[in-house]
């Protein structure tokens, strides 16, 4: 059958491509962002803090623009106090982290790059990302760390003058797990010859079975989803399940834990799952992190605004509940 040839491909440097994001909209640790004013979300900080003070899992899930948002340093600085047990995210995630890393900019104008064909074919992403997946599928190592070890070991000497905001450098220099949860052509290394999908494929099935290894530890801690609509709660349903299942069968629960759920998107009603006829009935983070699997022990948190405004808010929050 025939398929596209990816070696006729066009692939330009990075130099080439104009940015929208550069490391300049880091946000500092100390930059002003607005005080908390929702109520959940000091619910939520505490929950964070009780978590890390008990020695249970605090799990954070995301999308990338939550790191879009400027909020690498925050989650960086959870990291290294200990709070944060477990990083989950999507692989454009990976790809900004990384691009930051390299070269201080990320965030391609895709209107502007799909009218040619230019959007996503990039040489140092494409090749750079897919040799580290190449080479943690050798070492039988996961999507995350393979990317973390690039970023943090400068392999096949490659230069990350920006490493302090990765925060894949920083989970793997502190022993976090990070994993990346992905599908072939999700992404825009996808694109690139020298994509491996088989490497793909293994290291992120690793990545998920770290996972469930991790949601399987989450009676009394915490789980947070900000900014992922489908993989997110896809993921965790399932890690949950599997992590249940076998839980049963030694007579232990996974019942009573918190869940969060950070979104631009807002609720009449979070812990009212509707009908079939409502079209927030169709929202997997609504029914599935905030309803579902909290409904017999635990308690779900529905936290709406501009992650530029509710990390930092968390943060300070988590920080002063310690």
């Known amino acids: 059958m025939d398929k596209l040839n990816r070696n006729h491909l066009t692939i330009l440097p990075l130099s080439k491509r104009r940015h929208k994001m550069t490391v300049a909209d880091v946000y500092a640790l100390d930059a002003e962002t607005p005080p908390p004013d929702n109520p959940r979300l000091s619910v939520v900080a505490d929950r964070i803090a009780k978590a ?45 982290d990384f691009e930051l890393a390299h070269v201080g900019a990320t965030l391609e104008d895709v209107e502007d790059y799909i009218y040619d064909g230019k959007f996503g074919n990039w040489e140092e992403t494409g090749r750079y990302l897919n040799e580290a997946i190449v080479r943690g599928y050798q070492d039988k190592i996961g999507f995350g760390e393979a990317i973390g070890r690039l970023i943090e070991e400068g392999e096949m000497d490659i230069a990350f003058p920006h490493r302090g905001v990765s925060m894949f450098a920083a989970a793997y220099r502190l022993g976090v797990r990070f994993t990346v949860h992905k599908g072939i052509g999700f992404d825009i290394i996808d694109q690139h010859p020298a994509a491996d999908y088989a490497a793909m494929g293994w290291t992120t099935g690793e990545d998920f079975l770290r996972f469930a290894q ?97 990390v930092p808010q968390l943060y300070r929050l988590v920080i002063a509940s310690l």
């Open 52 to 96: 890390h003070r008990d020695g249970r899992q605090v799990i954070w899930m995301m999308g990338a623009h939550v790191m879009r948002r400027g909020n690498s340093r925050f989650i960086i600085d959870l990291m290294e106090r200990g709070i944060l047990t477990h990083l989950a995210t999507n692989g454009a995630c990976a790809i900004h």
């Open 214 to 310: 991790s949601v399987s530890q989450l009676e009394g801690g915490v789980f947070l989803n900000l900014g992922s609509a489908v993989m997110g709660p896809e993921v965790y349903l399932k890690s949950l399940s599997m992590a249940r299942n076998i839980a049963s069968q030694r007579g232990e629960e996974i019942r009573h834990f918190t869940t969060a759920n950070f979104d631009i998107i807002d609720f009449p009603d979070f812990r009212d799952e509707g009908l079939p006829t409502d079209a927030h009935y169709y929202h997997r983070p609504k029914k599935t992190i905030l309803i579902r699997t909290v409904k017999d022990g635990g308690e779900g948190y529905h936290i709406s605004g501009d992650f530029s405004v509710t």
